[in-house]
């Protein structure tokens, strides 16, 4: 693997990342520390440690611009959704941005490409897949990662790794009416990880789990491939 994808997101994006996770971060320890609306405990997974987990691991090459850029019919890269108001009137009638503003638009508006870190398929309540994966090291034993929400996933991935365990769990901040804010504990599942990689500070693995389902018979899983940089808390150093 290339690492140097794993340096190519800037600065602005990580907090911007960062932000994202710490609010979906909130929500996941005051979910893992209430028993309220889970149906059963915690459970850890054994670890598998391998010293080079192969497979198909090529999507850490791919990327894609953050969420609400694109292209507009002019090949300019644009905003659509939450924007600054400033940029409108840098364009035209037809959406075009005047040749002359181009350089201000895009101090206003981020066009980073960020690599993606997972690759995964799931079936839980208001998903609709994800490209990224957080891993912070809290402390010596233990790394924590959450895979990042957008406008049309509402549910995260959340692992605690410690030593050879993991505790996997769903979080879901719903914006349905027949959902609020669930944590659905692991029931089964096995994970892989690359000791090697571990050891240089990436996680590279490959898991698959099954959740109770706290609301139907549905069978609730997530599985797919990880490779991400494990970023070091401060509080940790």
Not at 39 to 44: A, D, G, H, N, V
Not at 79 to 106: E, V
Request: net charge negative; aromatic share 12%.
């Amino acid at each position: 693997m290339n690492l140097l994808n794993l340096n190519k997101i800037t600065s602005k994006n990580k907090i911007t990342m960062k932000k994202t996770q710490i609010i979906l971060s909130v929500f996941w320890i005051l979910n893992l520390l209430s028993s309220c609306g889970v149906t059963s405990e915690k459970k850890e997974i054994s670890i598998k440690w391998v010293d080079n987990l192969t497979g198909d691991f090529s999507f850490n090459a791919c990327w894609s611009y953050p969420e609400g850029i694109y292209k507009n019919e002019f090949g300019q890269l644009i905003c659509d959704g939450i924007c600054p108001p400033q940029i409108y009137d840098m364009m035209d009638k037809n959406g075009k941005i005047y040749k002359d503003s181009l350089k201000a638009f895009y101090k206003l508006i981020d066009t980073t490409h960020l690599f993606h870190s997972i690759k995964s398929d799931a079936w839980t309540y208001e998903w609709d897949g994800t490209y990224y994966i957080t891993a912070e090291r809290i402390n010596e034993d233990t790394v924590l990662c959450s895979t990042q929400c957008n406008a049309a996933t509402h549910s995260s991935l959340n692992l605690i790794i410690s030593k050879n365990y993991v505790t996997p769990t769903i979080v879901l901040i719903g914006i349905n009416a027949d959902f609020g804010t669930e944590t659905y504990n692991c029931k089964s599942g096995k994970m892989i990880i690359d000791k090697n990689l571990w050891n240089e500070g990436i996680l590279k693995a490959e898991f698959d789990f099954e959740f109770y389902n706290n609301e139907s018979s549905d069978k609730m899983y997530w599985k797919g491939n990880i490779y991400v940089k494990i970023e070091t808390n401060q509080t940790a150093q």
